[in-house]
T-cell receptor, first 112, second 114 residues
Framework: GENVEQHPSTLSVQEGDSAVIKCTYSDSASNYFPWYKQELGKGPQLIIDIRSNVGEKKDQRIAVTLNKTAKHFSLHITETQPEDSAVYFCAASIRGGNQFYFGTGTSLTVIP | ETGVTQSPTHLIKTRGQQVTLRCSSQSGHNTVSWYQQALGQGPQFIFQYYREEENGRGNFPPRFSGLQFPNYSSELNVNALELDDSALYLC?????????????FGPGTRLTVL
């Protein structure tokens, strides 16, 4: 099956700085890569996703990049705000499959 | 549009007992997936239900079972509870079988096994 690794496990940034979270995957058949934000006591919320036919996608302060050759994808958050503080998970799904394989999460703290 | 709801929010059981968790999918969605999230870990896929049939299963023993009803709501049943079953159980709904569509997660049920 697929194996997704995520780094770093914790990340602290000053408000206004950028944050980058990186993930690698093992199965070249993976073709869909969502990112989820999970706040305390809540379920994961989809914040952005990317498919394997696209190299980069941006939505306001959030962007995701995908390098299929190297099998890694990254989440970039610019102009961070305290409300960005949460645990972020990357995930991958294999073409034709029916499950997400999640990374172990990154706890992001934005210091005001 | 109604989001994904789960009940109960918290549950405490003792080892060996059985538990049933419930999930109502988002309006218009016919697929429900269940995940187990241990503390400090990412969610792990348990199984998926599509049009009332199991449509894939992760690496979980048979004492984890499920159902999906005609209104697409779903149940997760766990028999012979073990201490390691303590976790947050998440359900996610999507608009078709498989994984090519976005999955929307509920808030989860926190299960504690003593």
């Amino acid at each position: 099956g697929e194996n997704v690794e995520q780094h770093p496990s914790t990340l602290s940034v000053q408000e206004g700085d950028s944050a980058v979270i990186k993930c690698t995957y093992s199965d070249s058949a993976s073709n869909y890569f969502p990112w989820y934000k999970q706040e305390l006591g809540k379920g994961p919320q989809l914040i952005i996703d990317i498919r394997s036919n696209v190299g980069e996608k941006k939505d306001q302060r959030i962007a995701v990049t995908l390098n299929k050759t190297a099998k890694h994808f990254s989440l970039h958050i610019t102009e961070t705000q305290p409300e960005d503080s949460a645990v972020y998970f990357c995930a991958a799904s294999i073409r034709g499959g029916n499950q997400f394989y999640f990374g172990t999460g990154t706890s992001l703290t934005v210091i005001p | 549009e109604t989001g994904v709801t789960q009940s109960p929010t918290h549950l405490i059981k003792t080892r060996g007992q059985q538990v049933t968790l419930r999930c109502s999918s988002q309006s218009g969605h016919n697929t429900v997936s269940w995940y187990q999230q241990a503390l400090g870990q990412g969610p792990q896929f348990i199984f998926q239900y599509y049009r009332e049939e199991e449509n894939g299963r992760g690496n979980f023993p048979p004492r984890f079972s499920g159902l999906q009803f005609p209104n697409y709501s779903s149940e997760l049943n766990v028999n012979a509870l073990e201490l390691d079953d303590s976790a947050l159980y998440l359900c996610a709904s999507s608009s078709s079988g498989g994984i090519d569509n976005e999955q929307f997660f509920g808030p989860g049920t926190r299960l504690t096994v003593l």
